[in-house]
């Protein structure tokens, strides 16, 4: 597959979205918690505590809803600021009873629209990503569609950060790229190309550490093992001292890109 492709196929309305993976992972044994305390409760963020075999966790999705209706009341996955807000106050929550935090991020970007902007969606995102980075339990954050600009980045500050392999993940979309480099959005598929954007790219330069098999809906034997390697990272990272979990977390993102510049 091209680059523009799999930027395609991370937009595929039949693919599984958040939701999906919070309830093949963990059943049950999810309870969704709402609204951030100020606000509203963003529809777009979908959060809450689940049980990975015997470990309490907490979950946190960017949701992108799969038809028309799911969609639009989802936002089309694109975040307001009570919706970062709500998923900071679930990861202060998750830190204060020592509870790893696992990110599922499909955005094409955080909402963009005035409203957003005047309710401070610049200072939400930004406040999610300094507090992240000192976060005093472990985050592991999976890539499983789009992951656009510092509305994904904002619940992408994590130990680890995986991505399927059809996922994509950028400062900005190809058509917008496309759009101020050439003036011409049709040229979106070389933009793509440019921007280093898939899996494969993002592995080699560094900026991620796993690439997963796309799972399908009936796929259990996937979703067991995924649960498998989510499970055996979170009990490595949680026996690791907190002063240490940060130093390594914050190191982790020093040292993208250094060694392909070197090179």
């Given at each position: ?22 309830a093949h992972m963990f059943g049950e044994n999810f ?82 629209g005035i409203g957003a902007e005047e309710r401070g ?31 994904a980045l904002a619940l992408a500050v994590a130990d ?104």
């Amino acid at each position: 597959m091209t680059a523009y492709e799999k930027v395609m196929a991370a937009r595929d309305s039949k693919k599984l979205t958040a939701v999906d993976y919070i309830a093949h992972m963990f059943g049950e044994n999810f309870i969704e918690l709402h609204g951030d305390r100020r606000f509203a409760d963003d529809r777009a963020i979908v959060g809450g505590l689940g049980l990975l075999y015997e470990m309490p966790v907490t979950v946190i999705g960017i949701e992108k809803g799969r038809n028309t209706r799911e969609r639009m009341d989802r936002n089309f996955g694109q975040a307001h600021p009570e919706g970062y807000r709500k998923a900071l106050r679930l990861m202060k929550q998750a830190e204060k009873f020592h509870r790893p935090v696992l990110c599922l991020v499909d955005t094409s970007g955080a909402f963009p629209g005035i409203g957003a902007e005047e309710r401070g969606q610049g200072q939400a995102i930004a406040e999610n990503l300094m507090e992240m980075m000192t976060l005093k339990t472990p985050v592991l954050t999976i890539l499983i569609g789009e992951g656009g600009s510092g509305g994904a980045l904002a619940l992408a500050v994590a130990d680890e950060v995986w991505m399927l392999e059809n996922a994509v993940y950028s400062v900005i979309s190809p058509e917008g790229c496309a759009s101020i480099l050439w003036k011409d959005s049709s040229k979106a598929p070389d933009a793509a190309e440019a921007l280093k954007m898939t899996a494969q790219d993002l592995f080699n330069f560094g900026v991620i550490e796993r690439i997963i098999r796309q799972p399908k809906a009936e796929d259990s034997a996937m979703f067991e093992s995924l649960k498998l390697l989510i499970s055996r990272t979170f009990e490595k990272n949680m026996e690791l001292p907190t002063d240490r979990l940060i130093e390594n977390r914050y190191n982790r993102f020093r040292k993208i890109g250094t060694e392909h510049l070197m090179s």
